[in-house]
């Protein structure tokens, strides 16, 4: 059984690199079919592979590794290219491939016509591979691989249409802001190779509780570093700014790194390193103040964008505020839990979005939109089923049975600010949910665009809608990812407080649905009267610009960076080396000025030499 | 006798190019291609051949060297010719080798007037920073140490490109030749300071390196000498506040010349202070490290902070290289096994990625004739399959994982946070920093709106395989480094040793003259 | 010995090499610049002598012997360098000759 598993198990980034790897060598001579079927074949063999594993794990479950070759061996420092597979690893193994797969079947149907698909589907196929190493490494090492190498790639879909230099910037910060991230975690790294002498990642959780007591300042400093990255992955406070310009990749992108897998990266992060941060109370204490910060900031953020993509973006930052909440109350099965349901319903709605945007002749501007449920009824009720879960709607969706697991274990460790935060989050979801909705699908047709809507068609199109949409109901929330073994033990609490809880965020979700209905069915021009004049158009484009930390960040680092730049571009340093030069110049220029070429002055400083020298002699004895 | 054709072999080379060039065009380029061939080949069956990983437990009994040659030469003065090889010389010779053979291809098109006189300064360089990386006769390493100046001097001088603003290759030529001569000169008086030293304490006049090493120097007297030896190398490095001439060289030179400049010319300034600087001077180095570190630090900022600024492609190659040096320099004064080994790591890769880069942007500069990367923007779909492969280099040069500066530059900050985690911890920003400047060339130089819609001339063979080898040899590596660190293992641990416990060498090496 | 005192031979020197000297600082034409070096050196030659009559040694006559090869030398090839002089600028002022101007 486990020769089988250690077998299969590299299969799962072997066949996506190997994807890549055709591709990027075909030179350009794969046309767009070719490569479709390239890149979704190999995407499709690593689900199955993912499903052949999963089979074999839940017949038998235990921690399998594979170690495939030392990677680096100089004395203690012995990282190895070495997998391990737990519950945990498969739970995101799972999510990776078959969401993975999934969409990369609905980008053939979204880019078709698009020029360079060959690119697209070999990036897509990288970053499978990159996420893949990540949540399978079974060392920080080479999960900091698979780590910057969804960078990247993330880097290179954003950039996607590269003739737009916005898109090509909107990558460049998406980069650079979550490689500030990537550096606290390569810090991280190398303290805690230092202080434990291992980077395997069982051996650090085996040894951290041997070497340090739980709130000694050095784990609390290593988990620090680790939140870090974290943050900068996950698109969290204060890193988050990446997230909305990264919109500007195709749907499909957004859809697979910046809803479901990537972002959710760091959740995965701390999750693994769960033992380091039950060491580290006040940084998890942290982590759960940075979840309800960013989940209520994405929250108003989204109630104010016009972007169909921007609006889903928030969300997502929104969400995954959810599960950094749950990560601070030492939830991390519910956090991930939550990653699962929320890796569907965003996947969805991504998706569905996309298929809006493509039937509208890529129109996203919500304005612009309306009126499109008889057009397009898959696309919209791919939004009325994503939408319910993302708003957490009770009983149906599966977003309902994990935030609700969040906002239990918020009661049951006593986070009453945390599950106060959680609970005005909830409101905000479902009132944001309800005017996206309702902007996009209900009213008139605002653009012509809108109006000449052509519905998708094909199996490529409708199938990853439809499973997606599935999973996302209270099917999705039947799936029970195999955590017990790997992550510590939800708290449990009296199961009346859990009932009143449930009914309480029902009710919460119901009341935002139902004023958002109100707001946007009924009285639109009361609303869009306040939000254009007074305190309410600031507040709308306080909102919308996400609470100016954008700004802030352009006044405060971009500006000065750029200042210094252009402060140092002629390298000062070397102008003042080479005043040495000058200097040599200005004697140069002194002296040819005694060559006057006239024989008489020769003769005449000659003499005047003579005389000094004589004089010279003469007087000093 | 191996290691002296070692040396020979390109030296011959070059002067059958230059007579060949009566014939025509072409047989100089096969020549200068078959001597760089044959280099490596010789070079890869050394090190196939041979056991670099011996001496650790032997200590210093043992010789540390594999392959030895000696022959004397001005007996008068102790002066030797006095060739060695050990794991570090062995890797950084088969790099040159490497290199040169690349050096040879992407000048194929490239330089048309004068071609046998052209590869005769090539091939005299590389056979130059070959005998620097096998000479250990002081004296002799100095003499190659020079010796590898001139043709590198004619080499901008006469085929290089006058740059913008004003910079004239004549000048850049100058400008380097001055700033390494000048060096050069603070490296002889420190040998001959430390020759007289050691004579004034034996009365044998010696230059060998083993005899020096042991050579009895006051406290003050050995810092002096050590900074003689920092200096020269800082230069050649760079080091900040001496880095002048690299920009100007690296832009103005040729793409071959710019090729050899990182790849290898630099890193025999690396190579002098593992095998000089630190084991002759341990304690005086030791006492400098946080100095040397720090201007580690500097340069990694002030590179990464002026490549942003810079508009001539080249230029921003040139910074990147300043930046990267820092770490090496970080690493090398850290003098842990793992940092030291990491330089080497970084040292080689650093050397692919930057020549990787650098013929990208000769083949650029073939193509739309400016290095102005104002005057880009728009190349990914007008150029085939070049930007796959810029975007490859970019991401080695911003540390990509899988590549084998990520190697490198990790194996140095792991190396070196036990030493000096502040160190670390402000180097590591300058991982953000590389992100800044590596994305900056591409953004500029292949995203946004292309400036006109014709396509441009795709790879050729002899250019996809060239870049194709870099880039197989960059993840090659990346993913399994071990065998540059089973080669370089012995000579690191050795300077390691001497390194980090001072005390050892003068109680276990016999001291004086045998 | 009877006779001129050294010192007068010795001052006559002097002025002579002065005199010399002075047409050669404030003469322009070349003729005249020659014939100051002349005087000069036939006054350096007169020091010798007068050196060596002094001491009663041979070597100062050795000396001026050696001064008026050295005379005749300098003399052909002043006046060749005059004659060129001549032949180039159409004058004999030394100042037009100032292209070694740095």
Not at chain 1, 194 to 220: C, S
Not at chain 1, 487 to 516: D, K, Q, S, T
Not at chain 2, 121 to 144: E, P, R
Not at chain 2, 451 to 475: C, F
Request: charged share 10%; proline share 4%; with cysteine.
């Amino acid at each position: 059984m486990d020769l089988s598993i250690s077998l299969l198990l590299p299969l799962t980034f072997l066949l996506p690199l190997a994807g890549t790897l055709i591709l990027s060598l075909s030179n350009g001579r794969l046309g767009e079919r070719a490569s479709a079927t390239v890149g979704v074949t190999s995407m499709g063999l690593s689900a199955l592979v993912t499903v052949l594993i999963a089979w074999q794990y839940i017949a038998e479950p235990q921690v399998y590794g594979v170690t495939l070759w030392r990677w680096i061996s100089v004395g203690d420092f012995q990282p190895s290219i070495g997998l391990a597979l737990d519950g945990l690893s498969l739970t995101m193994l799972g999510i990776i491939t078959g969401v993975g797969f999934l969409i990369h079947l609905f980008a053939a149907w979204y880019m078709q016509g698009e020029k360079g698909i060959t690119r697209f589907y070999a990036y897509m196929n990288l970053f499978v591979f990159s996420m893949v190493l990540l949540v399978l490494g079974d060392n920080l090492l080479l999960l900091f691989f698979g780590w910057e190498g969804v960078g990247l790639c993330s880097y290179l879909l954003i950039g996607y249409y590269y003739e737009h230099s916005e898109n090509g910037w909107a990558a460049f910060k998406a980069f650079v802001v979550t490689r500030i991230g990537d550096v606290f975690l390569a810090i991280g790294m190398f303290l805690l190779f230092f202080e434990l002498g291992t980077l395997d990642i069982a051996e650090i959780l085996n040894r951290a509780p041997q070497m340090w007591a739980e709130g000694d300042p050095t784990v609390e400093l290593a988990a620090l570093l680790m939140l870090g990255g974290a943050v900068g992955k996950s698109a969290q406070l204060p890193l988050h700014t990446w997230l909305a310009d990264a919109m500007a990749g195709p749907t499909p992108v957004s859809a697979l790194i910046h809803a479901a897998t990537m972002v959710t990266a760091g959740v995965y992060l701390i999750a693994r390193m769960n033992g380091l941060f039950l060491l580290a109370p006040d940084v998890l204490q942290l982590t759960g103040i940075i979840g309800a910060l960013t989940l209520l900031m994405a929250g108003f953020a989204a109630l104010a964008q016009t972007d169909i993509k921007r609006v889903l973006a928030y969300s997502t930052m929104s969400q995954i505020g959810y599960m950094f909440l749950a990560l601070g109350a030492g939830a991390f099965d519910a956090a991930i839990f939550h990653l699962m349901t929320h890796a569907f319903f965003k996947a969805l709605l991504f998706l569905s979005a996309g298929a809006v945007i493509v039937s509208c002749h890529h129109e996203q501007d919500m304005r612009r939109l309306g009126g499109l449920w008889r057009q397009l009824p898959l696309a919209y009720a791919g939004f009325i089923v994503g939408g319910s879960a993302l708003a957490a709607l009770p009983l149906v969706s599966a977003g309902f049975y994990s935030k609700d697991e969040i906002l239990w274990q918020e009661l049951a460790t006593g986070h009453g600010g945390l599950l106060l935060a959680g609970m005005i989050g909830a409101f905000l979801t479902s009132l944001y949910t309800v005017r996206l909705i309702i902007l996009t699908f209900h009213g008139k047709p605002k653009s012509d665009n809108a109006r000449n809507a052509e519905a998708g068609r094909g199996l490529v199109h409708g199938v990853p809608l439809i499973v997606l949409a599935l999973l996302s109901t209270f099917l999705g929330a039947w799936i029970n990812p195999p955590l017990e073994n790997v992550l510590p033990a939800p708290a449990e609490g009296e199961e009346f407080w859990h009932l009143i809880l449930e009914l309480a965020a029902a009710g919460v979700v119901i009341a935002g649905i139902a004023v958002g209905a109100w707001l946007y069915l009924r009285r639109r021009g009361w609303l869009a009267k306040h939000t254009s004049s007074g305190w309410g158009a600031w507040l709308w484009t306080f909102w919308n610009h996400a609470w100016g930390v954008d700004d802030l960040y352009d006044r405060v680092l971009v500006k000065p960076y750029r200042g210094l730049v252009r402060f140092l571009r002629s390298d000062i340093i070397d102008r003042t080396c080479s005043l040495f030069a000058k200097l040599a110049w200005l004697l140069h220029q002194g002296l040819s000025r005694t060559q006057t070429g006239k024989l008489r002055f020769y003769a005449t400083s000659m003499v005047a030499g003579a005389t000094l020298i004589l004089l010279a002699l003469a007087l000093v004895p | 006798m191996m290691l002296v054709w070692l040396i020979l072999i390109p030296f011959i080379g070059g002067l059958l190019c230059w007579q060949a060039e009566r014939i025509g065009d072409t047989p100089p380029r096969w020549i200068a291609l078959g001597t760089m061939g044959l280099e490596l080949l010789l070079t890869l069956w050394l090190w196939w051949s041979g056991d670099f990983q011996l001496p650790e437990i032997a200590g210093a009994q043992a010789s540390q060297w594999a392959l030895e040659f000696r022959a004397p030469w001005i007996p008068r003065f102790g002066i030797e010719i006095h060739l060695a090889l050990d794991g570090l010389s062995l890797i950084l010779i088969a790099l040159t080798g490497f290199l040169g053979v690349l050096a040879v291809v992407c000048s194929w098109k490239e330089i048309i007037g004068r071609v046998g006189f052209f590869h005769l300064n090539l091939l005299w360089i590389l056979g130059g920073v070959v005998g620097v990386f096998l000479a250990i006769d002081l004296f002799l390493f100095f003499f190659f140490w020079e010796l590898m100046l001139v043709p590198m001097y004619f080499l901008i001088a006469l085929w290089g490109h006058s740059g913008t603003q004003g910079k004239t290759r004549i000048g850049a030529a100058t400008k380097f030749f001055i700033y390494t001569q000048a060096s050069g000169l603070l490296m002889l008086v420190a040998i001959l300071g430390l020759a007289f030293a050691h004579h004034a304490a034996t009365g044998v006049y010696s230059f060998s390196y083993d005899e020096l090493r042991n050579a009895p120097v006051s406290d003050e007297l050995a810092m002096w000498l050590m900074l003689g030896f920092f200096i020269a190398f800082a230069v050649k490095l760079p080091v900040v506040p001496l880095h002048g001439w690299l920009p100007d060289a690296h832009a103005q030179a040729p793409t071959a010349g710019s090729v050899d400049l990182a790849g290898i010319l630099l890193k025999t300034a690396a190579y002098g202070m593992l095998r000089f600087t630190l084991p002759l001077f341990p304690e005086a180095s030791q006492a400098f490290a946080p100095v040397a570190m720090a201007l580690g630090v500097v340069g990694i900022f002030y590179g990464a902070l002026l490549a942003c600024g810079q508009q001539d492609i080249k230029r921003l190659i040139a910074y990147t290289s300043i930046s990267h040096m820092g770490f090496v320099l970080i690493g090398i004064y850290a003098g842990t096994q793992l940092a030291l080994q990491g330089v080497v790591v970084l040292m080689v890769a650093h050397a692919f990625s930057a020549a990787g880069l650098f013929i990208m942007s000769g083949q650029i500069y073939e193509r739309i004739h400016t290095r102005d990367m104002t005057q880009m923007g728009g190349l990914w779909g007008r150029l085939g399959s070049l930007p796959g492969f810029s975007l490859c280099f970019v991401a080695a040069s911003l540390g990509m994982p899988g590549t084998a500066n990520f190697i490198g530059e990790f194996m140095v900050l792991f190396g070196t946070f036990p030493v000096a985690p502040w160190v670390v911890a402000i180097a590591s920003v300058g991982l953000v920093l590389a992100a800044i400047y590596s994305l900056f060339l591409m953004q500029r130089v292949h995203y946004g709106p292309a400036k006109s819609d014709e396509p441009l001339e795709g790879l050729d063979h002899r250019e996809y395989v060239m870049l194709l080898g870099i880039l197989a040899l960059v993840l090659f590596f990346g993913l399994y480094p071990q065998p540059l660190l089973e080669t370089s293992g012995a000579a690191m641990h050795e300077i390691q040793r001497l390194f980090t416990d001072p005390a050892l060498t003068t109680t276990i090496l016999p001291t004086g003259a045998s | 010995m009877s006779g001129v005192p050294m010192e007068h031979g010795l001052v006559l020197a002097a002025v002579l090499f002065a005199l010399g000297l002075a047409g050669l600082m404030f003469r322009r034409n070349m003729i005249f610049i020659l014939m100051s070096l002349e005087i000069m050196l036939n006054s350096a030659g007169l020091a010798f002598i007068v050196g060596g009559t002094a001491w009663g040694q041979p070597e100062g006559q050795a000396m001026f012997l050696l001064v008026i090869t050295l005379a005749a030398a300098e003399a052909s090839v002043g006046l060749a360098l005059l004659l060129q002089l001549n032949h180039r600028f159409k004058t004999l002022d030394t100042d037009a000759a100032s292209r070694m101007r740095g």
